[in-house]
C-alpha cells in the first residue's frame, strides 16, 4: 500500500462527515477566499486544519454565540469545537463560545490530548498568565493562543517557533464597516465608491471593497453593502 496515512486520514474524515451528519447539520465557514487560511499551528503537535474535508464538510462553524464543527490535527485526530456539534451536550455540556465580537472562550475537546482552553477568560486565570483566542470581526481573521495541559500552545496566526507563516480565517466578519468605525455608513460608502469599477491592475483598486471576491469591484458589491447599510457592527456580524 503506497500512501497509507492519507487513507487512513481520508476515513478518519469520512468517518467524521457520517457522525456528524447524524447530529447536526454540516456547515463549515473557513477559509472563505480559497486562500488555504484554514491552519493554525501547535508547538508540540504541528499542523492543525480548521476545514478538513472542504466546502460543506465537518469544518469549524463560527456563530454569534458559539462555535462548532471539527478541527484535523494530523498527530493527534479530531478536536471537536462543541458538544453542539454531535449532539452529545446531555453528557458532557462544553464548547467554545463566542461573546458576538469575536473574543472566544471555553473549551474544545480532543479526542486524543483532552481539553483545549481558548482562554485564561475560560477559569479566570488571567492573572497567572494572560493568553486567548480572537476572531477580528471586520476581517474574519483568528489571532492568539490557546492552550491544551497536554499539548501546550496552540496558535492561530503566524508567530515565533512556526516553521512558515499560516493563518485561519472565517467568513464570519463584517467586511462592509471599511472605515473601522463599528458602523457600516457615509463614510464607507465613499471608500467604496473610490474603488468602484476597479481591478487589482487599477490604482484605485481595494480588495476590501470587493465583497463577492470577484475581482472587479461593481455594482454587485454595491448591492451587497446597501443590504447592510446603517448597520452597527454588532448586527451586521452573521448568526
Not at 7 to 27: E, H, K, Q
Not at 96 to 103: A, M
Not at 178 to 199: E, G, H, P
Amino acid at each position: 500500500m503506497r500512501h497509507p496515512k492519507r487513507i487512513v486520514i481520508a476515513l478518519a474524515i469520512v468517518a467524521a462527515i457520517a457522525a456528524f451528519a447524524r447530529g447536526g447539520t454540516l456547515a463549515e465557514n473557513i477559509d472563505p477566499g480559497g486562500s488555504n487560511a484554514k491552519y493554525a499551528y501547535g508547538e508540540n503537535i504541528g499542523w492543525l486544519n480548521a476545514r478538513p474535508a472542504g466546502a460543506g464538510g465537518p469544518g469549524v462553524q463560527v456563530g454569534k454565540t458559539r462555535l462548532t464543527g471539527y478541527i484535523w490535527a494530523e498527530n493527534i485526530g479530531w478536536i471537536n469545537m462543541s458538544c453542539h456539534t454531535n449532539a452529545t451536550c446531555a453528557t458532557v455540556n462544553y464548547g467554545v463560545l463566542n461573546d458576538g465580537l469575536g473574543v472566544l472562550s471555553g473549551y474544545a475537546w480532543a479526542e486524543n490530548v483532552g481539553w483545549i482552553n481558548m482562554s485564561c477568560l475560560t477559569n479566570n486565570t488571567c492573572s497567572t498568565s494572560t493568553y486567548g483566542v480572537i476572531i477580528d470581526p471586520w476581517t474574519g481573521v483568528f489571532g492568539g493562543k490557546a492552550w491544551g495541559e497536554n499539548v501546550g500552545w496552540i496558535s492561530f496566526s503566524w508567530g515565533s517557533g512556526a516553521p512558515a507563516a499560516f493563518r485561519v480565517q472565517t467568513g464570519w466578519a463584517c467586511p462592509y464597516d471599511l472605515n473601522r468605525d463599528a458602523t457600516v455608513a457615509f463614510a464607507d460608502l465613499l471608500v467604496l465608491a473610490r474603488a468602484y469599477n476597479s481591478t487589482p491592475s487599477r490604482p484605485n483598486w481595494n480588495a476590501m471593497a470587493d465583497f463577492n471576491r470577484s475581482g472587479h469591484v461593481a455594482f454587485a458589491d454595491l448591492l451587497l453593502f446597501a443590504s447592510h447599510y446603517r448597520q452597527t457592527l454588532a448586527a451586521c456580524l452573521p448568526a
